[in-house]
């Protein structure tokens, strides 16, 4: 038996984590791809999370660069076992870039560009806000970074510390909603949630499971 052709069959087990919470999570303010860090609730948040993946046996963790979902990334690796330099940055694993939307909050957004906000609601796939990435893009760009990353690990247990429209799009393609179809699942911070991979599709096992946080986490659409 051809050993090595069974194992690049194994599923990948993913943990996807979304980072703890900002300040700017806080009041609604857009950070998209801005360098926002943790404040002390999403601090809290990451070593809780971390806690709770200890005994995972996880062989690797993958981290956006941005410093909120790293810094979280950190704290999973601390109680893992995983040395903090191991962790592998992936760019493709950024929040969504909105543009000159970023640093607005959302009620800005649709005081100041109330038409622009329209098509966000409404989720017009081909829409950007200026500058930044339509949601046909963002869905392309994470698609591409998770079969990448995965790929390279069948029959492992690898853990992704990301954002909000990262976690959306995994998703989506677990469960088969469209981009255009409306949000009905949480996004909340350091909630964990679980797949399974395979080149043939991806496969949701458990997600937003909060049991590890005391307070509950706080949820929005956005990055």
Known sequence: MNTNAVSSQSPTRITAVRHGETAWNAIMRLQGQLDIDLNDLGRWQAERAGSALAD??????YS?????????AQAIARHSGIAAPDIRIHHGLRERCFGRFEGLTYAQVGQLHPEDALRWKQRDPDWAPPGGE?????????????????????GEHIAIVTHGGVLDVFYRLATGQSISAARTWDLGNCAINRLLWTPQALTLVGWADTGHLDQGPRDEFGA
Do not use: W
């Open 56 to 61: 995972s046996a996880m062989q690797v963790i």
């Open 134 to 154: 339509s949601q046909t893009e963002v869905f392309a760009r994470v698609h591409a970074a998770l079969d990448q990353i995965a790929a390279q690990h069948a």
């Open 64 to 72: 956006s660069d941005l410093c909120r979902a790293h810094n979280t």
